[in-house]
């Protein structure tokens, strides 16, 4: 059974920093291209950084360049967020997404606020 579970979300100040974690099982991750997207309420859901099934290549939305990095651990078959610098607008549920599956986390809440 394909599982992603994100953790490491959290209560935040402005300008501090989390780190979040996929964790994927049931597949063979080391193949998969694996995305971050995260939604705010009453928003869509948007795309947040993306990342190569060897780690590779990356990219990343035009509002967190600079400040967040993903990356991965094919052999702990988890990818991460780290989100630095975090502002109020970064508010959101994050999921762990892979397109060639369709398949998404069932997120974790991230809260920028003082």
């Known amino acids: 059974q394909v599982q992603f579970v994100e953790s490491g979300g959290g209560l935040v100040q402005p300008g501090g920093s989390l780190r979040l974690s996929c964790a994927a099982s049931g597949f063979t991750f080391s193949h998969f291209r694996v995305n971050w997207y995260r939604q705010a309420p009453g928003m869509e859901r948007e795309f947040v950084a993306g990342?190569?099934?060897?780690?590779?290549?990356?990219n990343y939305a035009d509002s967190v360049k600079g400040r967040f990095t993903i990356s991965r651990d094919n052999a702990k078959s988890t990818v991460y967020l780290q989100m630095n610098n975090l502002k109020s607008e970064d508010t959101a549920v994050y999921y762990c997404?892979?397109?060639?599956?369709?398949?998404w986390g069932q997120g974790t809440q991230v809260t920028v606020s003082s």
């Open positions: 990342i190569s099934s060897n780690g590779g290549m990356t």
């Open positions: 997404h892979c397109p060639a599956l369709n398949y």
